[in-house]
């Protein structure tokens, strides 16, 4: 399995405070991706990063900033939590190429009261 | 815009059967195409996959097929067993860094 984990795996916080979530890797892979999977809509991605301090808006990143400033960490933040933001969580790692196999972390479960 | 769809949220099989799942897609301009399984409380999983090139593409129990005149492909199990229940999500990729998935066919193998 790919070294991949999240932190923290549970959160419960109120709308609108600022929450981090973590993502670190220890396979040295280029690519890194927050995704989040909310029921009838699949996974779907907020931000990305194809190096440190290069990264790329996904197809929901509206309220969410990210940063990677070493290859190993990818931090997704939540700058005034919202109860639409209440979902689970997933990091992803790749090196990319044709097929761009994903590899996913555990997931991180938010929930916004 | 979705533009892969998986128009089936969820699917019963029995045990020993065939389970076949089905996934459409929009863009003509992809060219890979992915499976993923998810257990509860778990990351999705990498199952198989298929470049447009191809119409077939097999490993072990699984099976992805492609019809790109109909933007279809499908994933079969044969024969199923309860340790395949799961969400299966399938991918698309043009080829670059992202992945566009589909929203996921909740598979239940019924003992």
């Known amino acids: 399995d790919a070294g991949i984990t999240q932190s923290p795996r549970h959160k419960v916080t109120e709308t609108g405070t600022p929450v981090t979530l973590r993502c670190h890797q220890t396979?040295?892979?280029?690519?890194m991706y927050w995704y989040r999977q909310d029921p009838g809509h699949g996974l779907r991605l907020i931000h990305y990063?194809?190096?440190?301090?290069?990264?790329d808006k996904g197809e929901v990143s509206d309220g969410y900033s990210v940063s990677r400033s070493k290859t190993e960490d990818f931090l997704l933040t939540l700058e005034s939590a919202t109860s639409s933001q209440t979902s689970v969580y997933f990091c992803?790692?790749?090196?990319?190429?044709?097929?761009?196999?994903?590899?996913f972390g555990p997931g991180t479960r938010l929930t916004v009261l | 815009d979705q533009q892969v769809k998986q128009n089936s949220p969820s699917l019963s099989v029995q045990e020993g059967r065939i389970s076949i799942l089905n996934c459409d897609y929009t863009?003509?301009?992809?060219?890979?195409f992915l499976w993923y399984k998810k257990y509860p409380a778990e990351g999705p999983t990498f199952l198989i996959s298929?470049?447009?090139?191809?119409d077939k593409n097999e490993d072990g129990r699984f099976t992805v097929f492609l019809n790109k005149s109909a933007k279809h492909l499908s994933l079969h199990i044969v024969p199923s067993q309860p340790g395949d229940s799961a969400v299966y999500f399938c991918?698309?990729?043009?080829?670059?860094?992202?992945?566009?998935f589909g929203t996921g066919t909740r598979l239940t193998i019924i003992p």
């Open positions: 298929i470049s447009s090139i191809k």
């Open positions: 991918a698309a990729n043009f080829g670059n860094e992202k992945l566009t």
């Open positions: 992803a790692i790749s090196d990319g190429g044709g097929y761009n196999e994903q590899f």
């Open positions: 863009n003509s301009m992809f060219d890979y």
């Open positions: 990063s194809y190096g440190v301090k290069d990264t």
């Open positions: 396979e040295n892979h280029r690519y």
